[in-house]
């Protein structure tokens, strides 16, 4: 059965922080993806990686960076915890090819105080 | 760029049929997905139309049609553990080449 797993399902910094959220895709699997979810704005892509060290912006990549430095594991971090980063994130995955099928994790709701 | 538009909300009954409807401007795309996602769950992919036409997987079809820009997904004989949003995703050369997904339409089905 395929798996995606993330580091915690639920957490709390404060802000200026400096926040990990960690990502494992036992898939083989050349994409990964951090995703935020907010209600009303659906899935927005923040960053994308096909490969180990190759990153690729999403449509808001602001205030984030990712890493990764293995084929399964994909970090996002951010650098100075906002409040406006309270939200859901959601790791993906998929085959190089088939970006249109997509493995989640069961994300990790963050809050900012 | 590329916009998906689908309906906020639909409510269904139980054992009804229910078409859940996707519009989209784009320059031009690969094809049309759909996924599910129950409250507090992750989003799963449930099909995806790269040509026009009807797609059938059980209760669940999925239908493209690009020359009118618009898709919907369509479930039957719904049961309450269909009670999720769904939501449309479409991937474009001309844009980022990521895919990008609808806002979502909460279905909610009554017994």
């Known amino acids: 059965d395929v798996k995606v797993t993330q580091s915690s399902r639920y957490l709390v910094k404060r802000t200026g922080e400096k926040v990990f959220l960690e990502c494992v895709q036992d898939?083989?699997?050349?994409?990964m993806f951090w995703y935020r979810q907010d209600p009303g704005l659906g899935l927005r892509l923040i960053y994308f990686s096909y490969d180990v060290k190759m990153k690729e912006k999403g449509d808001i990549p602001e205030g984030y960076s990712v890493s990764r430095e293995k084929k399964e594991r994909f970090s996002l971090i951010l650098e100075s915890a906002s409040t406006n980063q309270t939200s859901m994130y959601l790791c993906?995955?998929?085959?190089?090819?088939?970006?249109?099928?997509?493995?989640f994790g069961p994300g990790t709701r963050l809050l900012v105080l | 760029g590329q916009s998906l538009e689908q309906p906020s909300e639909v409510t269904a009954v139980e054992g009804a049929i229910v078409q859940i409807n996707c519009t989209y401007q784009t320059s031009g795309f690969y094809g049309l997905s759909w996924y599910q996602q129950h409250d507090g769950g992750a989003p799963t992919f449930l099909s995806y139309?790269?040509?026009?036409g009807l797609e059938e997987t059980g209760r669940f079809s999925s239908f493209l049609s690009r020359s009118d820009s618009y898709g919907y997904l369509l479930l039957q004989e719904l049961q309450m553990k269909d009670s999720a949003s769904y939501f449309c995703a479409v991937r474009s050369p001309y844009n980022t080449d990521k895919l990008i997904f609808g806002t979502g339409t909460r279905l909610q089905v009554f017994p």
């Open positions: 139309n790269a040509l026009d």
């Open positions: 898939m083989d699997h050349e994409n």
């Open positions: 993906a995955s998929s085959q190089l090819e088939n970006q249109e099928t997509q493995y």
